[in-house]
């Protein structure tokens, strides 16, 4: 497959295309997918005014244009630079976890022509991951014209609805690779890919348990210390 055919292919052949790019490894072709489509889907959250609404210069505050235009130079900075180094530590979290969870590494696959292709590698799958992000151009197009236009519980809603059925079809993109470049089952390369997710959520409520225990120690504290009310 060329660049064209895979960007078709990740669309309407999935796992043909999926397990084309582990086997190729294109890096420069996923991170220019995974730029172009960052770019588009800020840029334009940025200027319906979902990610960040513009400030508005009031009485006393001149500094909007120029703090517009500073947020704007981030979120292109971001998108550029900043989102393949994230990505590539995605990557990087999900070889380690298809190892540990018994993935075949650097495995290779012998091709009637003679040819052998190695898989299980964190560059095919780096390929794959940053290929997978197409789909979400469509929740770029879409979403932030619902918020923004339709108005009301019901845009907002409706917005919410097509970003979750985006957010299940790129996991179903990356579940694929890792499952075509690992050989794992199907129960553990979801595993590979909800995980760190799972882990987060995890370390987010014992971290919310923990600094809601020490608040709670100083508050009483405090309320101890506090002279008594004549």
Same mark, same amino acid.
């Given at each position: 497959?060329?660049?064209?055919?895979?960007?078709?292919?990740?669309?309407?052949?999935?796992?043909?295309?999926?397990?084309?790019?582990?086997?190729?490894?294109?890096? #420069?072709?996923?991170?220019?997918?995974?730029?172009?489509?960052?770019? +588009?889907?800020?840029?334009?959250?940025? $200027?319906?005014?979902? &990610?960040?609404?513009?400030?508005?210069?009031?009485?006393?505050?001149?500094?909007?244009?120029?703090?517009?235009?500073?947020?704007?130079?981030?979120?292109?900075?971001?998108?550029?630079? +900043?989102?393949?180094?994230?990505?590539?530590?995605?990557? *990087?979290?999900?070889? !380690?976890?298809?190892?540990? +969870?018994?993935?075949?590494?650097?495995?290779?696959?012998?091709?009637?022509?003679?040819?052998?292709?190695?898989?299980?590698?964190? $560059?095919?799958?780096?390929?794959?991951?940053?290929?997978?992000?197409?789909?979400?151009?469509?929740? @770029?197009?879409?979403?932030? !014209?619902?918020?923004?236009?339709?108005?009301?519980?019901?845009?907002?809603?409706?917005?919410?609805?097509? &970003?979750?059925?985006? !957010?299940? #079809?790129? @996991?179903?993109?990356?579940?694929? *690779?890792?499952?075509?470049?690992?050989?794992? &089952?199907?129960?553990?390369?979801?595993?590979?890919?909800?995980?760190?997710?799972?882990?987060?959520?995890?370390? *987010?409520? +014992?971290? *919310?348990?923990?600094?809601?225990?020490?608040? @709670?120690?100083?508050? &009483?504290?405090?309320?101890?210390?506090?002279?008594?009310?004549?």
């Amino acid at each position: 497959m060329n660049f064209f055919e895979r960007i078709y292919g990740v669309f309407f052949q999935p796992r043909e295309t999926m397990a084309d790019i582990v086997r190729k490894k294109p890096v #420069w072709e996923g991170i220019i997918v995974l730029i172009i489509v960052s770019l +588009l889907s800020s840029v334009l959250a940025f $200027k319906v005014g979902i &990610s960040g609404q513009p400030i508005q210069p009031g009485p006393g505050f001149s500094h909007a244009p120029r703090l517009n235009n500073l947020f704007f130079g981030f979120i292109v900075f971001g998108s550029i630079f +900043l989102n393949p180094i994230l990505y590539f530590i995605y990557a *990087a979290i999900y070889h !380690f976890l298809a190892e540990v +969870l018994g993935g075949e590494m650097y495995w290779r696959e012998e091709k009637e022509e003679g040819e052998a292709v190695v898989l299980g590698t964190a $560059k095919g799958l780096y390929s794959a991951v940053c290929f997978a992000v197409l789909p979400s151009i469509f929740s @770029a197009l879409i979403s932030p !014209f619902l918020m923004k236009f339709m108005g009301g519980i019901g845009g907002v809603l409706l917005g919410i609805t097509v &970003s979750l059925g985006i !957010f299940i #079809w790129i @996991a179903f993109l990356n579940i694929l *690779a890792i499952k075509e470049n690992y050989k794992l &089952s199907t129960g553990n390369a979801v595993l590979v890919f909800f995980m760190p997710v799972i882990v987060g959520i995890v370390i *987010a409520i +014992l971290m *919310a348990i923990f600094l809601g225990s020490v608040f @709670a120690g100083v508050f &009483s504290e405090m309320m101890r210390s506090m002279p008594p009310i004549q």
